[in-house]
């Protein structure tokens, strides 16, 4: 397989299945874009299942690398490969992709075929972010991945959903704007080259490392979404359709955690030495103080997003420990993220469609007419809180031991979240689904069909299979993680 | 005299001679005119169109590369020039294609003389492109300027149509009034008028600077009327508004690429010597021209008025290329920052043409379609042609996989090489509060619901010659290299 060019497939096979899926048209056809769709998505993630099994543990170097001369004008390159951190997020990206194409099939009927056309386009987009390894390629996709989302939440989305889209459209270019300054400027310095690669070997005085963490900064976090620019987020979330709200939960988040390794750390490590209390300090308010808040939302959509950016706390904490414990907690976190927010965004759209309300309050009892539902709900509620044997228990411990080690309070102040965490996922769980039937509408709710068990399924075999048995996972994160350790404790300033 | 002495004497034609063509061309067209009956001008508008094809063909053949002077240095032959006049005829071609429809659809316009004006403006503009003088520029500049006051006034019962045609005489006289002066008081510090001269005779330092500078501050004024940018900007609102959109359409794509020529000729060519003097006025035109372009935009109802805005703040984003090229008596950034300008000026003209045309798609039976509100549920309406105007809109955005965002990102890299990072972060935050308006159209005709559910009715070539511009916003966008060595190349062997 060597020959195959892997990562070019998974970014353009799901980017063409999209533009032939726009090609069916009207929604008289809708029954075939959903066909063609699903084939799209489940093509596109058999392309990238290569990916892992023919992946080498033990080099730290990128692997299936593409190099192609795309603009020599100014040595641009189209230039990707994947390592041990990045090749799970392909494979993470494009099996949500099956799951988002399955979980809108009955669920939209308007422009059915622009619907999933966008779902697959991005998908491409977000393999491409990840497989980059030219700055410039890297920021095109990661400009261009905004658009197909903006449509989703505009077109599909809820009541107030052309602010969202704007928020999310506006603030996400605020920072990546930023970002492209810090690329040019990296251009500039080095002679004359966008690859990445080369940017993390150079060296750069303190106060331009500085500066350029403080681009990448304001870019990242913005995506992350860290606090204090994590508004735009919960009404993102609110608004887009079930589909939005999982590939933006489950992928769009870690593309701004990802920007961290690949382009903070590496490339200015000094400065994310010398300014990782700011980093630590904002993660330590993503998580407890949006902890708290997620627990007085009484929208169900927006608790779990805002449940999200504690979440995402915790892997930007496990980044700045510096240690490889943390970053593979962090690693691991987010890729179980991936699973569980998707999966909760999921179960949250199930009993939209049935009842059309995301407000707690609408609710109560739901285990007495939906009782398989109940029992899957009650599965990612705990892997969300963080229960042993659910994914989510692996990372967040393992961010919380390395915490240990680097000071007692950060870790300290970490866990004790952990009740938090618990608090507001299972008290939502509880007056959601336990009790008596709560009104008619609860009364009238039916239980989730074959399609719906299934996406079940898959998002349970994930979160319980990385609960487990987390070592598929860790051991192919292993020698990238200590190779970007070892880099990042040497100093750039010469 | 010997016939030797006699072929020294004559000018050198050849260089000439897509100019002289189109001049005899238009001349032909205009009394051959008066003799079609047919109320479409069917014939006129075959004739205009093979005529520029024609053109292209002749600026093609006689192209030789080299730097060549005529009729007494007063014109220049060379490649960027060369280049700029293919790509003026293509999009007159176009513009031509796209408006036809709306001029039939008005009596007042659907004459022979709105093509004899289209070719004679065009001819303006080669002349302003190869002119190595003052007074071949300012010839030059006057024909296209007479041309396009009588374009917009064609309308003659039209009240808006009047007035702007009105604003746009007189403050484009105002605006030749101080190119003259500025003209006038560099002749008078140089002795000559002649732009190679007058470069050589400031390298030697023989010219007073108060004197020049001095006579520098009008003719940037003058060119900045011409760019319409910010203080200098009034006219374009009023103008593309109030015009008919036909002629908005041509107002606002083909004179945009010889204003860069006329910049290129005047500032660099000339005064490359006072690049320090020029790119400080610059800066401040460019910024002001950001801001206010980028702001004003936000306000407006009328999707015209909208673009207008938008021009003036990609004309001060073009600029900033143009203020990059000397740092500190260097010029070897040169070359990077100008074919950079190049480049963003001739992706413009592409979007610009594509986005006026759409609104000219939807204008039907007489009627305008240039209110926002007039693209609401696009999307609904003909899914294709909303993907379309959704791309020239992210285009000018300069969101990637588009061509805007090459062009945005070739200036800034020049002016980022150039050490000027405050100015790539002012440009850079502008361009988000940009961003919004051109979101806003997408949010239009994506999440709103249309208002008019008629399906799109336009001939089947301005359909095609549509999506084709579409597609090379896309296309450009993905593979931007080509276009980009061009301008390069085209601007390293002209200089």
Known sequence: MSGTPLLSLAIWVPILAGFVVLATGSDRNAPLARMLSLIGALAGLLVTLPLYTGFDLQTAAMQFVEFKSWIPRFNVNYHLGVDGISMPFVILNSFITVTVVLAGWQVIGNKVAQYNAGFLIMSGLLNGIFSALDGVLFYVFFEASLIPLYLIIGVWGGPNRVYAAFKFFLFTLFGSLLFLIALLYLFVTSGGSFSILDWQQMPIGLSAQTWLFLAFLVAFAVKVPMWPVHTWLPDAHVEAPTGGSIVLAAIALKLGAYGFLRFSLPIAPDASHELSGLVIGLSLIAIIYIGFVALVQDDMKKLVAYSSIAHMGFVTLGFFMFSAMGVEGALVQMISHGFVSGAMFFSIGVMYDRAHSRQIADYGGVVNTMPKFAAFFMLFAMANAGLPATSGFVGEFMVILAAVDHSFWVAFAAASTMIVGAAYTLWMYKRVVFGAVANHHVAELTDINAREFLIFVLFAVGALGMGLYPQPFTEVMHSSVNELLRHVALSKIQ | ?495
């Not at chain 2, 240039?370 to 955005?397: H, I, Q, T, V």
């Not at chain 2, 965002?405 to 361009?431: E, N, P």
């Not at chain 2, 999506?467 to 916003?473: D, E, K, M, Q, R």
Request: charged letters at 10%; proline letters at 2%.
């Open chain 2, 1 to 495: 005299m010997t016939l030797a002495e006699m072929q020294f004497l004559t000018p050198d034609l050849r260089l000439a001679s897509a100019e002289i063509f189109i001049a005899l061309m238009a001349c032909l067209i205009l009394m051959f005119d008066l003799l079609v009956k047919d109320r479409k001008r069917t014939t006129t508008f075959v004739a205009t169109q093979l005529t520029l094809v024609g053109a292209a063909v002749v600026t093609f053949a006689t192209s030789s590369g080299e730097i060549s002077y005529t009729f007494s240095n007063m014109y220049v032959g060379d490649l960027m020039g060369d280049l700029l006049k293919l790509l003026l005829y293509l999009t007159v071609i176009v513009v031509l294609f796209y408006s036809r429809g709306y001029i039939l659809e008005r009596e007042q316009m659907a004459k022979g003389e709105y093509y004899v004006l289209v070719l004679f403006a065009t001819l303006g503009m080669m002349v302003m492109i190869s002119a190595n003088h003052f007074v071949t520029i300012y010839v030059g500049l006057e024909l296209l300027s007479l041309s396009l006051y009588a374009m917009v006034a064609m309308n003659r019962d039209s009240v808006p149509a009047t007035e702007a045609a009105m604003k746009y005489f007189v403050l484009g006289a105002l605006a030749s009034g101080l190119l003259l002066y500025g003209m006038s008081m560099i002749y008078g510090a140089t002795g000559t008028l002649e732009i190679t001269a007058i470069a050589e005779r400031l390298y030697m330092g023989q010219a007073d600077k108060t004197i020049l500078v001095f006579g520098l501050v009008f003719l940037v004024s003058g060119l900045a009327f011409k760019l319409g940018v910010v203080p200098f900007h009034m006219w374009i609102p009023d103008v593309y508004h109030g015009a008919p959109t036909a002629v908005t359409l041509f107002i606002a794509s083909a004179p945009k690429l010889a204003a860069f020529a006329m910049v290129m000729r005047l500032l660099v060519n000339g005064l490359i010597v006072l690049a320090h003097d020029w790119q400080t006025m610059l800066i401040l035109l460019s910024v002001l021209s950001m801001a206010i372009g980028n702001i004003a935009a936000i306000a407006q109802t009328n999707l015209k008025r909208m673009l207008a805005y938008s021009a003036i703040s990609h004309m001060g984003f073009m600029l900033l290329g143009m203020v990059t090229g000397v740092v500190g008596g260097d010029a070897r950034f040169a070359l990077n920052a100008y074919s950079s300008s190049m480049f963003y000026v001739i992706t413009y003209v592409l979007t610009s043409a594509g986005t006026f045309g759409m609104i000219l798609l939807l204008a039907r039976a007489g009627l305008e379609s240039d209110e926002l509100d007039d693209f609401k549920g696009l999307n609904k309406r003909s899914p294709w042609f909303a993907g379309m105007m959704m791309m020239m809109m992210f285009s000018m955005a300069g969101i990637p996989f588009f061509v805007g965002f090459f062009a945005k990102f070739s200036v800034l890299q020049a002016v980022v090489a150039a050490g000027y990072l405050w100015l790539a972060i002012v440009a850079i935050l502008f361009s988000l509060i940009g961003c919004f308006y051109y979101l806003r159209v997408v949010k239009l005709m994506y999440f709103d619901q249309p208002t008019n559910t008629s399906a799109i009715q336009a001939p089947l070539d301005v359909k095609i010659l549509m999506s084709a511009n579409g597609l090379a916003v896309a296309l450009l966008g993905i593979f931007p290299q080509a276009l980009m060595s061009l301008c390069a190349f085209t601007l390293l062997r002209s200089l």
